[in-house]
């Protein structure tokens, strides 16, 4: 089960751009990268997902190293309702099928 | 659709009485999963079924903990007796087959044991 390290907590200012590095030094080869948002109260929400290089949308961006063993989520220009605990997950390896959800990081949004 | 319907939202029992959580999945959807979350333990994975069946069930913490979906539109997570320490939020999410779709999340059920 490929493992996920991510910071347990960051702080920023509404406006700035906010990256998230997580490491996944084990991840298997046909494992995609997905990243949930969690508010207070509320079940994690997908909100991007990659295999490599870089993926765009209308909420995040999602940056991959060519070895994979990374990715960074970055939002642009946070508000206070971006305040979340952001979730890396790479997928199991193998034939199962699991979600499972390290610490996260807890992002806070600073007037 | 609308999206995965969990209930009841909050639920407050007194120790040693049976619980039964209970969860809607988004129709078309294969996969269904239990989670509980607490500030100590964070998102825990309790159990997951494919095609109603259960497929790893090795997160469930102890025999008092039981989930069923009899078919593939209705799951229960059933704990009995509860404990003051499964006071948590437990949440049921589903997604389709395939290994690189998103999974949806219900409210949540806040479980609160006395």
């Known amino acids: 089960l490929a493992k996920t390290t991510q910071p347990i907590s960051m702080d920023s200012y509404e406006g700035q751009e906010v990256n998230i590095t997580c490491s996944h030094n084990?991840?298997?080869?046909?494992?995609?990268i997905t990243w949930y948002q969690q508010f207070p109260s509320q079940g994690p929400r997908f909100i991007i997902q990659?295999?490599?290089t870089k993926v765009t949308n209308e909420v995040a961006s999602l940056f991959i190293p060519a070895d994979r063993k990374s990715s960074t989520l970055s939002l642009p220009r946070v508000s206070l309702s971006d305040t979340a605990v952001y979730y890396c997950?790479?997928?199991?390896?193998?034939?199962?099928?699991?979600?499972?959800f390290g610490s996260g990081t807890q992002l806070t949004v600073l007037p | 659709d609308a999206g995965v319907i969990q209930s009841p939202r909050h639920e407050v029992t007194e120790m040693g009485q049976e619980v039964t959580l209970r969860c809607k999945p988004i129709?078309?959807?294969?996969?269904l999963f239990w989670y509980r979350q607490t500030m100590m333990r964070g998102l825990e994975l309790l159990i997951y079924?494919?095609?109603?069946?259960?497929?790893?069930d090795s997160g469930m913490p102890e025999d008092r903990f039981s989930a069923k979906m009899p078919n593939a539109s209705f799951s229960t997570l059933k704990i009995q007796p509860s404990e003051p320490r499964d006071s948590a939020v437990y949440f049921c999410?589903?997604?389709?087959?395939?290994?690189?779709?998103?999974?949806?999340f219900g409210q949540g059920t806040r479980l609160t044991v006395v």
């Open positions: 990659g295999y490599k």
């Open positions: 997950l790479p997928p199991s390896g193998g034939s199962a099928r699991q979600l499972t």
């Open positions: 084990n991840i298997a080869t046909n494992d995609y």
């Open positions: 999410a589903s997604t389709t087959g395939g290994r690189y779709t998103e999974a949806f």
């Open positions: 129709s078309g959807h294969d996969y």
């Open positions: 079924f494919n095609n109603n069946v259960p497929i790893d």
